[in-house]
């Protein structure tokens, strides 16, 4: 473990911290409760196999580093390493192909925090779903990339809100509700993001019934990488490691996400069983 203190918690500083190879950045005031819950491993290795999984390796460590460049390109207004980034999502693609689902995620959560983390478990759960649904090539990559992107647009909210333990007040809320227009407008006028990859990162909150947002989409309207993007968005999200709350078991993330009636596409749902329990 390399646990970084951050005086003042921000995107920039955060990403200079996983830049400088740490596993955990805490930001903010340091107090006894939160070292210990840092220290405490949420996943003792139990075999010389799970111990070597938990050690960090290229393409957990090539794709934090792309995700935590991303933050600081939109905060700072510099250049944005499409390539690379990419580049990552077939890497995690190539691992994740070779040694399963279980495993990146046993990994990233034991070396990676909060928005990066979450962006980490999304790319991995997306691929999954993607592979068993045996999608082709090119939308594969369109999938792994628009959940590289996806929450980009939350480099303009603060970390205070992002990572707060409670609940969100109204203002929050409303505040975390612009992340995928904004996401959509830092990169609409990258010419190598591909229109579809736009479309999942602006609608990656939008639900069957018309709920979702930031454009009440509905039925038809949502396409299908958008469809398995937010599933796997979803239960990322649920399973995902915080040091203030304990992680929840696949079984019942999966059980949330079947009881979205009306929202979640229900054949996606049925097909994702496989991927949330057993791959």
């Known amino acids: 473990k390399r646990i970084f203190l951050v005086e003042h918690s921000s995107h920039v500083g955060i990403s200079q911290a996983y830049a400088l190879g740490a596993t955990l950045v805490l930001p903010g005031a340091l107090n006894k409760s939160k070292l210990l819950a840092a220290l405490a491993d949420p996943a003792e290795p139990t075999s010389a196999a799970s111990s070597d999984a938990a050690q960090p390796d290229d393409a957990v460590e090539t794709a934090a580093t792309a995700i935590a460049s991303m933050f600081p390109a939109v905060t700072l207004g510099e250049p944005l390493d499409v390539d690379g980034t990419k580049e990552a999502g077939r890497r995690i693609a190539d691992r994740i192909t070779e040694h399963g689902l279980s495993e990146w995620l046993a990994t990233v959560r034991r070396h990676h925090e909060g928005t990066y983390q979450h962006c980490l478990l999304v790319t991995g759960v997306a691929i999954d779903f ?15 990339s628009a959940a590289m992107f996806h929450d980009i ?44 990859i736009l479309d999942a990162v602006r609608h990656h909150h939008e639900y069957l019934d018309g709920s979702g947002y930031p454009d009440a989409l509905c039925g ?41 009636t009306g929202k979640l596409e229900k054949a996606l749902v049925t097909s994702f069983k496989e991927v949330a329990l057993t791959r």
């Open 153 to 196: 647009g939350k480099a303009q909210i603060p970390l205070a809100i992002l990572d707060k333990p409670g609940r969100l007040d109204t203002d929050e809320r409303a505040m975390i509700e612009k992340h995928p227009a904004a996401g959509y407008e830092f990169l609409k006028d990258h010419e190598k993001i591909s229109p579809e």
């Open 220 to 260: 038809e309207s949502i396409n299908d990488i958008v469809r398995i993007l937010t599933i796997s968005d979803i239960f990322a999200a649920l399973i995902e490691h915080r040091h203030y709350k304990p992680t929840m078991p696949r079984t019942e993330a999966y059980n949330i996400l079947c009881g979205m």
């Open 130 to 144: 993607g592979l068993s649904l045996g999608v082709g090539r090119t939308d594969l990559e369109r999938l792994y």
